[in-house]
């Protein structure tokens, strides 16, 4: 058989990403990928600390970072990503900004992280008020409410789950309730963030948008959404308002919302073997992204 008319592969434009070490939905995010890019991934080393605020610093140190960049710099991606929200909201603002710094300094590319991503998509949406959602303990969930506070955005609820590993396994239904409490009402907020890159989203956010009518937006979305923005290349999200701009106004589903909590959400996450074992402690022992 004659395969020359085929005339090889198509040209392919590439996305870094540096993920930490227990990161699990890399298939999550290719969702988000237009097939003329390709995504090169690479995770920092493994750290046996315990999780938390300090292991958030741990495995975003500049020389960390910067060696998980050089890993890439023989494919010579076009931009960077730090595919962690936790890692990068952790030294505030500044600290955010630094780490851009140093991967961009390493690799010779743009860089982005997903902290600097949502504050941009915040922009872009033109977000003043936002509710949060986060599958983390107490003290990373403050983490990320002085975060986005330090921007000059408003938190207007906030609910959290308190786990303390897999989190990769939390399915969508429990997202989507998470979401429902951290939203009391409609009104009250402009969009809803759901944090962590190692929390699955990808399916639930057109169906939160309709039913929530307000621009839901997550940590892999806003991610993708940013590095592929470097590039000049829109992310693939169908009725997802960051990317699909015909979502922003298009039709809306009323659905039920329940109360606001400022806590771990009720027994379908409890239940989940594996999921949030434990009580919710100041330290986590993996999933933590």
Same mark, same amino acid.
């Given at each position: 058989?004659?395969?020359?008319?085929?005339?090889?592969?198509? +040209?392919?434009?590439?996305?870094?990403?540096?993920?930490?070490?227990?990161?699990?939905?890399?298939?999550?995010?290719?969702?988000?990928?237009?097939?003329?890019?390709?995504?090169?991934?690479?995770?920092?080393?493994?750290?046996? *600390?315990? *999780?938390?605020?300090?292991?958030?610093?741990?495995?975003?140190?500049?020389?960390?970072?910067?060696?998980?960049?050089?890993?890439?710099?023989?494919?010579?991606?076009?931009?960077?990503?730090?595919?962690?929200?936790?890692?990068?909201?952790? @030294?505030?603002?500044? @600290?955010?900004?630094?780490?851009?710094?140093?991967?961009?300094?390493?690799?010779?590319?743009?860089?982005?992280?997903?902290?600097?991503?949502? %504050?941009?998509? %915040?922009?872009?949406?033109?977000?003043?008020?936002?509710?949060?959602?986060?599958?983390?303990?107490?003290?990373?969930?403050?983490? %990320?409410? #002085?975060?986005?506070?330090?921007? @000059?955005?408003?938190?207007?609820?906030?609910?959290?789950?308190?786990?303390?590993?897999?989190?990769?396994?939390?399915?969508?239904?429990? *997202? #989507?309730?998470?979401?429902?409490?951290?939203?009391?009402?409609?009104?009250?907020?402009?969009?809803?963030?759901?944090?962590?890159?190692?929390?699955?989203?990808?399916?639930?956010?057109?169906?939160?948008? !309709?039913?929530?009518?307000? &621009?839901?937006?997550?940590?892999?979305?806003?991610?993708?959404?940013?590095?592929?923005?470097?590039?000049?290349? &829109?992310?693939?999200?169908?009725?997802?308002?960051?990317?699909? +701009?015909?979502?922003?106004?298009?039709?809306?589903? +009323?659905?039920?919302?329940? &109360?606001?909590?400022?806590?771990?959400?009720?027994?379908?996450? !409890?239940?989940? &073997?594996?999921? @949030?074992?434990?009580?919710?402690?100041?330290?986590?022992?993996?999933?933590?992204?």
């Amino acid at each position: 058989m004659d395969i020359s008319f085929l005339g090889g592969p198509a +040209p392919q434009r590439g996305v870094g990403v540096v993920a930490p070490f227990d990161f699990a939905l890399d298939r999550e995010l290719w969702r988000w990928v237009p097939d003329d890019v390709s995504l090169h991934m690479t995770r920092t080393p493994f750290v046996p *600390v315990e *999780v938390s605020l300090d292991l958030a610093r741990l495995v975003s140190e500049h020389e960390t970072l910067g060696e998980a960049v050089r890993t890439l710099n023989a494919i010579a991606p076009e931009v960077v990503a730090y595919a962690c929200t936790s890692g990068s909201f952790v @030294g505030g603002i500044a @600290g955010e900004r630094a780490m851009c710094e140093a991967m961009t300094w390493a690799g010779a590319v743009p860089s982005v992280t997903t902290s600097g991503a949502l %504050l941009d998509a %915040l922009t872009e949406l033109g977000v003043r008020r936002v509710a949060l959602v986060t599958p983390y303990t107490v003290s990373v969930t403050r983490a %990320l409410e #002085a975060y986005v506070a330090e921007a @000059g955005v408003a938190i207007t609820g906030c609910a959290f789950m308190g786990l303390t590993r897999h989190i990769w396994r939390v399915p969508y239904r429990d *997202v #989507a309730d998470m979401a429902r409490q951290a939203v009391p009402r409609q009104g009250t907020a402009d969009a809803l963030f759901i944090s962590c890159t190692n929390l699955p989203t990808y399916d639930v956010i057109p169906q939160l948008e !309709a039913e929530l009518r307000i &621009p839901v937006i997550s940590a892999n979305q806003v991610t993708m959404w940013a590095a592929l923005r470097r590039l000049g290349t &829109p992310a693939v999200g169908p009725y997802q308002a960051l990317t699909d +701009p015909s979502a922003r106004t298009g039709p809306t589903v +009323p659905g039920p919302v329940g &109360p606001a909590v400022a806590g771990p959400v009720g027994p379908a996450v !409890a239940d989940m &073997p594996g999921v @949030g074992d434990g009580p919710d402690t100041e330290q986590q022992q993996e999933g933590w992204t």
